[in-house]
T-cell receptor, first 113, second 113 residues
Framework: DGGITQSPKYLFRKEGQNVTLSCEQN?????MYWYRQDPGQGLRLIYYSQIVNDFQKGDIAEGYSVSREKKESFPLTVTSAQKNPTAFYLC????????????FGPGTRLTVL | DAKTTQPTSMDCAEGRAANLPCNHS???????VYWYRQIHSQGPQYIIHGLKNNETNEMASLIITEDRKSSTLILPHATLRDTAVYYC??????????????FGKGTKLSVIP
């Protein structure tokens, strides 16, 4: 089955540690995105990538880093510089000429203790 | 991106049509209207999008006013599984298969038995 996978679903880390969230897609989509969602709020864009080896900052990139070495993968690192990292993180991908429909993964809920 | 205004919450009886309004009075001529929904603790799901004309697919219908300043998402026969937060988003295609979605707080639709 084609889709987007994010792992793990729940992640716990101690304050001050960097943590990397996984996002993999087998949809052959060029564009990939990372969003953050806080309780009762909408999604906010962290980073996006239109093509391999290229990515751009979104609205709230501070304290985060990404890489796009392969088309299928777009990992997000939450660094110790991120002041409030506890949140629900969502990865998405999209294909041109499909109405820009974004396909979302199931999300990773990160809790920093 | 143009901003949108949606009611915080709505109720709908099961089997009846659910009509979700959205105001986007500052929309520009080349901006699309998108609708996504998010069931609790899952990734958002694309529903439908449009530019000027009304649109219909297997999930819903989108009615856009002639002046494009507002739209209505219609779920023709709401079921309990349609209970979710519905996001109305206005965005512009930025080329190369990527674009930015700006999610507000959306409308929490509760379908009641």
């Amino acid at each position: 089955d084609g889709g987007i996978t994010q792992s793990p679903k729940y992640l716990f880390r101690k304050e001050g540690q960097n943590v990397t969230l996984s996002c993999e897609q087998n949809l052959n989509h060029d564009a990939m995105y990372w969003y953050r969602q806080d309780p009762g709020q909408g999604l906010r864009l962290i980073y996006y990538s239109q093509i391999v080896n290229d990515f751009q900052k979104g609205d709230i990139a501070e304290g985060y880093s990404v890489s796009r070495e392969k088309k299928e993968s777009f990992p997000l690192t939450v660094t110790s510089a991120q002041k409030n990292p506890t949140a629900f993180y969502l990865c998405a991908s999209s294909i041109p000429l499909r109405g820009n429909e974004q396909f979302f993964g199931p999300g990773t809920r990160l809790t920093v203790l | 991106d143009a901003k949108t205004t949606q009611p915080t919450s709505m109720d709908c009886a099961e089997g009846r049509a659910a009509n979700l309004p959205c105001n986007h009075s500052t929309i520009s001529g080349n901006e699309y209207v998108y609708w996504y929904r998010q069931i609790h603790s899952q990734g958002p799901q694309y529903i439908i999008h449009g530019l000027k004309n009304n649109e219909t697919n297997e999930m819903a219908s989108l009615i856009i006013t002639e002046d494009r300043k507002s739209s209505t998402l219609i779920l023709p026969h709401a079921t309990l599984r349609d209970t979710a937060v519905y996001y109305c988003i206005v965005t512009q295609y930025s080329g190369a298969g990527s674009y930015q979605l700006t999610f507000g707080k959306g409308t929490k639709l509760s379908v009641i038995p």
